[in-house]
C-alpha cells in the first residue's frame, strides 16, 4: 500500500465488505481510510486503492486530542455500525458513520489497570451485535481474558478467557461468516522481524473451543499485522485478509496480505 501525507500508515484495525472488494482501515493515530481491492479471476489481489486518511471524532464531533488517539481496533456490525478500540486511554466508542461524532460505551473496571501501550487491541462483533475484546497483554503467564458486551447491555462480561500459547500477543481479532472467533496474534523476534500466527475457535457458551491454529509465518515474511478481517469468497472459500502496522517507519511497510484456509479441520 502506498500513500502520501504525514496520516498515512499505522494501520491497526481492517474490515472487509462481504464481497472482498471493499475495505475499512484504521490507523493508531485517530485516523481512518476506506479502499477497494482489485482482483484478478482467481480472486488474487492485483491492486489497492484508498481514500485520503480522515479523522475521527469525539462525542462532541471534535477531532480526537492526543492521548485519546490511539485506535487500535476495528469491528463493523450487520447493521453498520462502527466499533473502534482505543489504547493508552482504555475505551471504546461506536459510530453511526466513521467521521461523525461517537458515542462511548461503558467500560469494565479492568480497562483503568491496563498497560497504556497493551491493552484493547483485538475487537470483534457477531451477527447478534455481541462485541468480544482482548488485551494485547495479560501479565508474563496468564491466559488472555475476553470481554464481551451484548447487544443493548451496560455492563461488560469477563466470563472465559483464550490459553496463551508461546510468546505470541492479540493483535485482532474478527467473527468470520462460519461464526467461529478468529484471532490474529504477533511475536516480535528483535532484528529478525516479526512472526504472526491466527487461532480459530467455535464460539459456544463455556467460550471458545475446539482450538485450531491456521497460520504461524515465518520470521520476516510479512511486517507487522495487526488488523484482520474473515470473509468467504465466491467460492465458498474462508479467506484471511490482513493488514500491517508499519510504525510510521521507513524501514517497515503497510500492506494487505491473504490466505485461503484450506484442508482446516
Same mark, same amino acid.
Given at each position: 500500500?502506498?500513500?502520501?501525507?504525514?496520516?498515512f500508515?499505522g494501520?491497526?484495525?481492517?474490515?472487509?465488505?462481504?464481497?472482498?472488494?471493499?475495505?475499512?482501515?484504521?490507523?493508531?493515530?485517530?485516523?481512518?481510510?476506506?479502499?477497494?481491492?482489485?482482483?484478478?479471476?482467481?480472486?488474487?489481489?492485483t491492486?489497492?486503492?484508498?481514500?485520503a486518511?480522515?479523522?475521527?471524532?469525539?462525542?462532541?464531533?471534535?477531532p480526537?486530542?492526543?492521548?485519546?488517539?490511539?485506535?487500535?481496533g476495528?469491528?463493523i456490525?450487520?447493521?453498520?455500525?462502527?466499533?473502534?478500540?482505543f489504547?493508552?486511554?482504555h475505551?471504546v466508542?461506536?459510530?453511526?458513520? @466513521? *467521521?461523525?461524532? #461517537?458515542?462511548?460505551?461503558?467500560k469494565?473496571p479492568?480497562?483503568?489497570?491496563? %498497560?497504556?501501550?497493551?491493552? $484493547?487491541?483485538a475487537?470483534?462483533v457477531?451477527?447478534?451485535?455481541?462485541?468480544?475484546?482482548?488485551?494485547?497483554r495479560?501479565?508474563?503467564?496468564e491466559?488472555?481474558?475476553?470481554?464481551?458486551?451484548r447487544?443493548?447491555?451496560?455492563?461488560?462480561?469477563?466470563?472465559?478467557?483464550?490459553?496463551?500459547?508461546?510468546?505470541?500477543?492479540?493483535?485482532?481479532?474478527?467473527?468470520?461468516?462460519?461464526?467461529k472467533?478468529?484471532?490474529?496474534?504477533?511475536?516480535?523476534?528483535?532484528? @529478525? *522481524?516479526?512472526? #504472526?500466527?491466527?487461532?480459530?475457535?467455535?464460539?459456544?457458551?463455556?467460550?471458545? %473451543?475446539?482450538e485450531?491454529e $491456521?497460520?504461524?509465518?515465518?520470521?520476516?515474511?510479512?511486517?507487522?499485522?495487526?488488523?484482520?478481517?474473515?470473509?468467504?469468497?465466491?467460492?465458498?472459500?474462508?479467506?484471511?485478509?490482513?493488514?500491517?502496522?508499519?510504525?510510521f517507519?521507513?524501514?517497515?511497510?503497510?500492506?494487505?496480505?491473504e490466505?485461503?484456509?484450506?484442508?482446516?479441520?
Amino acid at each position: 500500500m502506498r500513500g502520501e501525507g504525514p496520516n498515512f500508515g499505522g494501520f491497526s484495525g481492517l474490515e472487509l465488505d462481504k464481497d472482498g472488494l471493499s475495505f475499512t482501515a484504521i490507523t493508531d493515530r485517530g485516523f481512518f481510510i476506506k479502499g477497494k481491492i482489485s482482483r484478478n479471476e482467481n480472486g488474487r489481489i492485483t491492486g489497492i486503492s484508498q481514500t485520503a486518511p480522515e479523522g475521527l471524532r469525539t462525542d462532541k464531533g471534535n477531532p480526537l486530542p492526543r492521548f485519546f488517539n490511539d485506535s487500535e481496533g476495528l469491528a463493523i456490525a450487520e447493521d453498520g455500525q462502527n466499533y473502534v478500540s482505543f489504547e493508552a486511554k482504555h475505551r471504546v466508542q461506536t459510530y453511526a458513520t @466513521l *467521521g461523525q461524532p #461517537s458515542k462511548n460505551l461503558p467500560k469494565h473496571p479492568d480497562f483503568d489497570r491496563m %498497560q497504556v501501550n497493551s491493552s $484493547l487491541e483485538a475487537i470483534a462483533v457477531d451477527p447478534q451485535g455481541t462485541l468480544f475484546m482482548l488485551p494485547e497483554r495479560s501479565g508474563d503467564t496468564e491466559n488472555f481474558p475476553v470481554y464481551e458486551l451484548r447487544r443493548g447491555a451496560d455492563q461488560w462480561l469477563k466470563r472465559f478467557s483464550i490459553p496463551r500459547r508461546g510468546p505470541y500477543l492479540p493483535v485482532g481479532a474478527d467473527i468470520g461468516p462460519d461464526g467461529k472467533l478468529y484471532l490474529l496474534e504477533r511475536h516480535l523476534a528483535g532484528i @529478525l *522481524g516479526f512472526t #504472526s500466527r491466527v487461532r480459530r475457535f467455535d464460539l459456544g457458551p463455556a467460550g471458545p %473451543q475446539n482450538e485450531v491454529e $491456521l497460520l504461524r509465518s515465518g520470521l520476516g515474511v510479512h511486517d507487522n499485522l495487526e488488523g484482520i478481517a474473515v470473509w468467504r469468497d465466491d467460492q465458498e472459500q474462508i479467506r484471511l485478509t490482513m493488514i500491517s502496522d508499519d510504525n510510521f517507519q521507513f524501514f517497515q511497510v503497510s500492506e494487505i496480505v491473504e490466505y485461503v484456509v484450506s484442508n482446516a479441520p
